[in-house]
């Protein structure tokens, strides 16, 4: 697993979920169902045939208003043109109170999914969600900082036999993050290990 992916799956671990759920571009079975917490049905909707809800995230969702309790956005704003419309289409089938869970990766490799549109900034995503009527947006920031960044990058050109050098890396990765820290503080430069950032997760509530 990259360590962009573990660290979107830390941040969403034994989160509480309840009631419906509406997965955007997941599938049943999909592995980060199994790390929420709670009482919860999901449906998904993507492309693809199979999916409970066939559609294109570039037009209006053919989704009641006002039908989900939650709805999931994992790894697929980058993908979307037209993200505004996205955003507001899921503020549109949220209940009253409902919650939006978001990942986004950032300095990630262009990924064509069919397409690879954009890279969002913390500001950015909050503006976006806040425009769409949600005041509620906690956003984290995943990642350590510019060691962890390098090392997104790299292991993605790593050839299988050689990936399981990515759980020797990343404890190290860590750790050399944390070095930058102090060693910046000596030298009085700035350094922030969130201006490098693996990605961002969001909950954002209406």
């Given amino acids: ?104 990766p950032f300095f990630i490799p262009y990924h064509a999914s069919p397409e690879d549109y954009h890279r969002y900034t913390a500001p950015a995503l909050r503006k ?12 984290t920031t995943l990642g350590s900082g510019v060691w962890a960044a390098r090392w997104g990058l790299v292991e993605r050109l790593l050839p299988r036999p050689l990936q399981f050098l990515s759980n020797i890396a990343q404890p190290l990765c860590d750790v050399g993050d944390r070095l930058f820290v102090a060693l910046a503080k000596v030298m009085g430069k700035k350094y922030l290990p969130s201006d490098y950032p693996l990605g961002y997760s969001v909950i954002a509530r209406k």
Avoid: W
Avoid at 128 to 139: C, H, P, R
């Fill in 1 to 104: 697993m990259t360590i962009t992916r573990k660290a979107e799956y830390a941040s969403l671990k034994n989160l509480s979920l309840s009631g419906r759920v509406l997965d955007l571009g997941g599938y049943k079975g999909s592995e980060y169902h199994q790390l929420f917490k709670g009482d919860f049905t999901i449906m998904n909707a993507n492309l693809s045939t199979g999916s409970d809800i066939v559609c294109d995230f570039e037009q209006p969702l053919p989704v009641e208003s006002a039908s989900y309790d939650a709805v999931l956005l994992i790894n697929v704003l980058e993908h979307i043109f037209e993200y505004r419309q996205l955003i507001d289409e899921i503020s549109r089938v949220l209940k009253p109170a409902g919650t939006a869970i978001i990942v986004v």
């Fill in 128 to 139: 976006a969600l806040t425009a769409s009527g949600f005041s509620n947006i906690d956003i």
